[in-house]
């Protein structure tokens, strides 16, 4: 029998715990606190690290006990420390998701989804809206305080928090929403999964209020789920011919339901054993991205792509047909 241990027990840990027996039939969940030992995961095949604050402690701790690991960090410095363990992964022949979430994680699937079907990709821009639980709200608390990374003309910058405004329409029913430069970790890793790549970016929806207040404490405490969520991903570049082209995909879902989905379906391939030990970052030209987005449709998010032509939607059935179609361009 499969064990899959779960750390975390909030909107998004409760959404994974629905989905693990679509990905890994007749599985045994086994239920661990982040504050322990992790000595209950010391038999399961993989975790899902779904609690908040950082969650490389966790994954060291698994790591030790031979465990594969499923993160849906999304702090920078957590998941930059995440990325670094790919060395001890492989020495002990298990593997480690980085990006299990929304963003990072399905951005990053969204992203080589569309920068495959052009010839030269030069630009790629993210835009989030919405959070999951608690955690996830005093996380986008957070990504509004901090430095913004970025790459611009190849070179990486780093800008304040809260600056450089940009309307963004995202997927119905959630539609246009300004958004501003964040904290986010997905330009960092879409960084090194599209080196030749030379202008990424990402933002994150807020109104004034937010802003104003990101480098205070949080002024009442978070609801236990924010609305619709929704991310949005921009691809720019050129098809064979030369031809400029901009591809645009997203998904308009509740945050914990899209970040839950993706960790389950990332765990049902390591499961498979689909994922090499080490290090993999969603978005990684070695997965199997149109398996992966499939699946994810299939544990219950509706992806989204704009082709500037309304018409009835079309599922995902071969790598050459769009996700869904979007009358809506942003």
């Not at 995202?170 to 999964?193: I, N, Q, T």
Request: aromatic share 2%.
């Amino acid at each position: 029998m499969t064990r899959l241990a779960l750390v975390g027990s909030g909107v998004t840990g409760e959404r994974i715990a629905k989905r693990l027996d679509l990905v890994a039939p007749g599985c045994e969940v086994v239920a661990v606190d982040p504050r322990g030992t992790m000595a209950e995961a010391a038999d399961c095949d993989v975790a899902v690290l779904a609690h908040g604050g950082p969650q490389i402690r966790s994954a060291v701790k698994l790591l030790a006990h031979g465990v594969s690991v499923v993160s849906t960090a999304d702090d920078l410095d957590d998941v930059r420390a995440l990325s670094e363990l790919h060395e001890s992964a492989a020495q002990h022949g298990v593997s480690v998701v980085v990006g299990g979430g929304m963003s990072p994680g399905l951005t990053g699937l969204l992203a080589r989804y569309l920068v495959g079907q052009l010839h030269h990709c030069d630009e790629i821009h993210l835009a989030v809206h919405g959070t999951a639980g608690p955690a996830c709200a005093r996380q986008h608390h957070k990504a509004l305080a901090g430095r913004a990374v970025g790459l611009h003309d190849g070179q990486q910058i780093n800008r304040p928090s809260g600056s450089g405004r940009e309307l963004c329409w995202f997927p119905e029913p959630v539609g246009a929403y300004d958004c501003y430069r964040g904290e986010l970790a997905s330009p960092m890793l879409l960084h090194e999964l599209f080196p030749d790549v030379h202008r990424i970016s990402a933002r994150v929806s807020a109104n004034r209020r937010d802003r104003l207040t990101a480098r205070l404490p949080m002024l009442s405490p978070p609801h236990r789920e924010g609305g619709v969520g929704a991310v949005r991903v921009e691809v720019r570049g050129a098809n064979s011919s030369g031809e400029r082209l901009t591809l645009v995909a997203g998904v308009a879902e509740l945050v914990g339901t899209c970040a839950a989905a993706t960790a389950a379906a990332f765990t049902g391939a390591i499961v498979r054993g689909d994922l090499d030990p080490g290090v993999t970052v969603a978005g990684d030209e070695r997965l199997d991205t149109i398996g992966l987005l499939r699946e994810i449709e299939r544990l219950g998010v509706r992806l989204q792509e704009f082709t500037g032509i309304p018409h009835p939607a079309h599922p995902v059935s071969t790598p050459i047909q769009p996700l869904t179609n979007d009358p809506h361009h942003g």
